[in-house]
């Protein structure tokens, strides 16, 4: 929940980057992908590689900023994971990313959708929660998205992890199974 809420009051605060607004020395673009609504990039600021902060932006309007302490503790490092083109309603396009840490504690992160319109208008998914073993399966089906985490055996404990299945649809993710 806590996680949901900075990410909330963070996209309450989305704005246009102030023209000319120099990054902090040694900031580099750490992924740069062209989309249907305009050239996403996410940048880190500043030298720390692992803590941040990160922003993420579309052209050059702000699509979300982390750090290590928000919008979630320990995980501020997005990622690019996928992209779905082909028109998913309300979307002309989904990108789908991760935030993450760079430590061992956890193999993942939170997953979110960045929905996206040809006008250039945008809308952030809550996340889902996701720690970690294997890595998700990510896949277009019908109208929607469908992650599978996949189970596995215990991990510092003694039952098995269950396989989780959710479906993001209609701006919406939900767990299915």
Known sequence: MRFRAALLAALALACVL???AADP???ETIARRTTIAGELTITRLGDDVFAG????????RLVIRTDNDKPVVGMPIP????SFRDRLAPYDEIVVL???TAGNAC???PIWFLGLMRSGAFTVSEPIDFCGGADPLIERRGGAIRLTFPGGPPNHGTEPVPTEVWQFKNGKAHQIM
Request: hydrophobic share 30%; aromatic share 4%; glycine share 16%.
């Open 18 to 20: 102030p023209a000319g």
């Open 25 to 27: 020395p040694g900031s």
């Open 53 to 60: 902060p990160f922003r993420i932006a579309l052209d050059d």
């Open 79 to 82: 990622r690019i994971l996928t």
């Open 98 to 100: 991760q935030q993450s």
């Open 107 to 109: 193999n993942g992160g």
